[in-house]
């Protein structure tokens, strides 16, 4: 069956036909000489933005997390990650194996916030017994946290913790423009107490490639070497960055709709008997909610069959909407689901 919805994640989403006019229309150059002037327009628009510095356009959230790490720390230093946070779970690593950096986990409360005594509680004291803690990272929205936006306020308090400890601060922003549509505050505000921050346009914003990373001056430098040495120094990528200055400008303030649609099918799944979810507690585009254990696979496959894509989680599992999904998909999903469990039921 013809895919119709594809809730795996708003990394999936299509460039639009305005986007993709941009594209074509892109004014390119070299950009490793710095003569790209839509990667340009790019990195000092989302600076300006985010009110930083000065930006950096990569290839991914990953690569961003990576080098941003790469240039806040040296070989040995000591690095704080959320427990739960994509830099620790799903980024293969790179920080350890690439920066010869240590991450240290710390405990992710259920909201995606880290409590400011288990950050102090995780600070090394200087002693060379021990790594020497640099920097503290944020992720926000929290990707497994139901995409748990984190407020302005939230984030000075793990901040402050953290200089505490003569650490610089990282944001792991991949979907912070959802946490800004979210809170209805500036962007701006929510990554003021960090040093650097990455978004990704190529997951709510919708475009087909690539994140950006913004700081200061000194750290971009830094950050644009690691980016070299990691292979993506680009050429004229303005292609791409096209595609980000047109999200920019575009598809921000929709996030709202994508917000509502999620809210309506955490609201319609917490109604199935067999389903646990709290709708109160869904306030981005990400839904995870809970199943009966074991029944994961059966439940995406039936769904598959209707042309209704998932990631099979299980008990857990994670349903993201996104530009191109629309009410009426959420609707269709919740009768397929509607109809699974009351089979399941019947055959129980
Ligand atoms: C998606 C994501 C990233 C980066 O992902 P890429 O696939 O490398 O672009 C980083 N952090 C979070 C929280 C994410 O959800």
């Known amino acids: 069956m013809e895919v119709r919805v594809d809730l795996r994640s708003d990394t999936v989403t299509m460039p639009s036909p305005e986007m993709r006019r941009a594209i074509y229309e892109a004014e390119v150059g070299d950009d490793v000489y710095g003569d790209d002037p839509s990667v340009n327009e790019l990195e000092e628009k989302s600076a300006e933005m985010l009110g930083k510095e000065a930006g950096l356009f990569v290839t991914s959230g990953t690569q961003g997390n990576l080098v941003s790490m790469l240039a806040h720390c040296g070989r040995g230093d000591e690095v704080l990650v959320g427990d739960r946070s994509h830099i620790f779970s799903s980024e293969a690593g790179g920080a350890s194996v690439l920066g010869g950096l240590f991450l240290y986990p710390i405990k992710t409360d259920r909201y995606g916030f880290l409590e400011p005594d288990v950050i102090r509680a995780a600070t090394k004291p200087h002693d060379y017994h021990v790594p020497p803690t640099r920097l503290l990272c944020i992720e926000n929205t929290h990707n497994q946290m139901s995409g748990q936006p984190l407020t302005a306020e939230q984030t000075h308090a793990m901040a402050d913790a953290a200089r505490e400890g003569g650490m610089n601060v990282h944001i792991d922003g991949a979907r912070i423009f959802n ?77 709202d709709e994508d917000h509502a649609n999620a809210k309506r099918l955490a609201q319609g799944l917490a109604e199935i008997d067999g389903i646990s979810v709290d709708p109160d507690n869904i306030h981005s585009n990400i839904v995870f909610f809970q199943i009966p254990p074991g029944s994961g696979s059966a439940i995406s496959a039936n769904l598959k069959e209707r042309g209704i894509l998932v990631n099979a989680g299980d008990p857990m599992m994670r349903m993201v909407t996104h530009y191109g999904i629309s009410s009426e998909d959420i609707d269709y999903t919740l009768v397929a689901m509607q109809e699974h469990f009351r089979a399941a039921v019947a055959a129980a």
Not at 198 to 215: A, D, E, I, N
């Open 179 to 255: 946490a800004a549509v979210s809170l209805g505050v500036d962007v701006k505000e929510l990554v003021a107490p960090a040093d650097s921050a990455t978004f990704c346009l190529s997951k709510g914003l919708s475009c087909p490639v690539g994140s950006v990373v913004v700081g200061r001056q000194d750290f971009i430098n830094h950050a644009r070497r690691w980016r070299k040495m990691l292979g993506a120094g680009m050429r004229q990528v303005g292609v791409i960055a096209a595609a980000g200055i047109y999200s920019l400008d575009n598809m921000i303030e929709r996030l």
